[in-house]
């Protein structure tokens, strides 16, 4: 008897022990666990430059006003934490936000399956998941208001910048020894911050214009896929482990070993500064959607020349538009790592009809 007790408690012992290490497998397929909370947008800010053609507004949806879809009052400023509503009603639009870095073309955004460690993507599995908006990323609706029809478009004070830098690019990302130990990364003399070089945004726009929220209207591809820093890249210094940020890279003095033949992960073309992104395509021999590294070629358009916005649909005395807005920490890129968490970011869209 003694001995068949022993043999239950042995095999109890041991189903115990595989619970738990499928618990620990589950667990290590996160892009990043839901208690790591990386990085925080301490503003977002909207402005009309050198036009007064146009108003705009913005909608939401957040725990504050009870997930309800809720619109703010046009005007020529407004800052996403900050917005009164058409009932004149204050409230912060990224007041759940808690971001993770994810991965995706602008319009799908997911977070991959991980290799254990969450040493990189793995490739072998299509098991992916879902993002939920203004939690891990942001997301809102941007409203276009203009008394003439009109194209909107990105100024050039349009900038995403690390919190502790007074300008985006001036450096202060590597001089961390004023910015307090809080502000520093765990594994480099460089600032948390500079997980701006992570941070990406797209302006997707609808097929028609309706107010209030139509998710089922969205395109297909982003009208304006903008990668705000790519003149930042951290870099690995392989067997020791530690890590140093770059700041500064252009076109001309980006490193030429990292460009691939085919322009695929493992080689980034020059173009990119060395980014990149992940994202699923259906795959015709295999009959399934596979997950793809691909980089910024021919998909990152140009702010200065390229709209985010027709403004053309008329109603009444005004002519409206709308887009919407997704901005993201790209998990693809090394900025995004642990090593930076909790890096803080500010966002300013500086736009002008034309």
């Not at 022993?6 to 620990?24: C, D, E, Q």
């Not at 497998?25 to 892009?31: D, G, H, I, K, T």
């Not at 890129?333 to 736009?351: P, Y």
């Amino acid at each position: 008897m003694k001995s068949r007790q022993s043999t239950s408690l042995i095999i109890k012992a041991i189903m115990l022990l595989l619970a738990l290490i499928v618990m620990v497998f589950v667990a290590s397929l996160a892009w990043f666990s839901e208690a790591d909370r990386p990085v925080n947008a301490t503003g977002v800010s909207v402005q009309a430059s050198r036009s007064v053609s146009f108003d705009m507004a913005v909608g939401f949806e957040s725990s504050v006003n009870g997930y309800q879809y809720t619109m703010s009052q046009y005007t020529n400023e407004l800052n996403i934490r900050d917005i009164v509503t058409v009932d004149g009603v204050h409230y912060d639009a990224l007041h759940d936000f808690s971001p993770i870095d994810v991965t995706g073309d602008g319009v799908t955004l997911i977070r991959p399956s991980m290799t254990a460690k969450n040493a990189d993507i793995d490739r072998n599995s299509s098991v992916y998941t879902t993002v939920t908006p203004n939690k891990e990323y942001i997301s809102f609706d941007m409203y276009f208001r203009s008394s003439e029809p009109c194209k909107v478009y990105l100024d050039s004070g349009s900038f995403v910048k690390g919190a502790i830098e007074d300008e985006p690019g001036d450096g202060n990302l590597v001089q961390t020894t004023d910015t307090g130990s809080n502000r520093k990364a765990a594994e480099g003399d460089y600032s948390k911050d500079a997980v701006v070089g992570a941070v990406r945004v797209a302006f997707v726009n609808y097929d028609g214009f309706v107010e209030g929220e139509d998710s089922a209207n969205l395109k297909e591809t982003a009208e304006l896929l903008w990668l705000p820093r790519p003149d930042i890249h951290l870099n690995s210094s392989g067997a020791t482990g530690t890590w140093t940020l770059s700041t500064g890279l252009t076109k001309e003095n980006t490193v030429l070993d990292y460009i691939g033949a085919d322009g695929r992960f493992g080689g980034w073309p020059v173009d990119t500064f060395m980014h990149h992104f992940y994202t699923f395509v259906y795959n015709e021999d295999q009959g399934k959607y596979v997950g793809e590294d691909r980089n910024y070629v021919d998909t990152v358009t140009d702010p200065s020349r390229d709209a985010i916005c027709d403004v053309s649909f008329k109603n009444g005395d005004y002519y409206y538009g709308k887009t919407l807005v997704n901005i993201w920490i790209e998990g693809c890129d090394s900025e995004a790592r642990r090593t930076i968490a909790g890096g803080q970011f500010v966002v300013n869209f500086d736009l002008a009809g034309g």
